[in-house]
């Protein structure tokens, strides 16, 4: 973390540039280790609150740091592909992540949270993907209400 905080922006980008948005990720991620090293002893916080007062951070990104390095079940991580699915199979009918978020927290069990966002990631990503999901291999096609085949 020290090292991070302490990063030329321009290498980092270098490093980082496949991820797309690569700029601005560089400049977050040297802000983020900044602000860990300067007020968290270079110890990555474990709170909502104190992750989201990061730079960079939003709600999605503490979810998944809280999930998966700490094993705390705080919410569901919503990005695009969480979105997309949530939406095909019925389980919410917002745009809005947050409201997205509450839809799927109120239906799945409390602790599954963290798996059911790898779940539906990997599945937006290899299946019901954006342009043309593949229903015919789905094993949710019986249950879909957006099944075509
Ligand atoms: S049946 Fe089709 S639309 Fe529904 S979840 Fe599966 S791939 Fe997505």
């Not at 991620?29 to 900044?34: D, E, N, T, V």
């Not at 779940?119 to 209400?145: K, M, N, S, T, Y």
Request: aromatic share 6%.
């Amino acid at each position: 973390m020290a090292a991070l905080a302490q990063a030329r922006q321009p290498e980092l980008e270098e490093i980082i540039k496949s991820t797309g948005f690569f700029r601005n990720k560089a400049k977050s991620l040297i802000g983020m280790a900044q602000a860990v090293v300067a007020e968290h002893g270079g110890e990555v916080p474990n709170t909502m609150e104190q992750l989201r007062a990061l730079p960079g951070v939003g709600r999605k990104t503490a979810n998944v740091v809280l999930g998966n390095a700490y094993g705390r079940n705080e919410g569901i991580t919503v990005d695009t592909h969480v979105t997309r699915v949530s939406k095909r199979l019925s389980l919410t009918r917002h745009d809005d992540p947050v409201k997205i978020e509450q839809d799927l927290m109120r239906l799945i069990p409390h602790e599954d949270w963290t798996l059911v966002s790898h779940l539906l990631i990997f599945h937006g990503r290899q299946v019901c993907v954006a342009r043309r999901p593949r229903c015919w291999e789905c094993v949710l096609a019986d249950f879909c209400p957006s099944a075509v085949f």
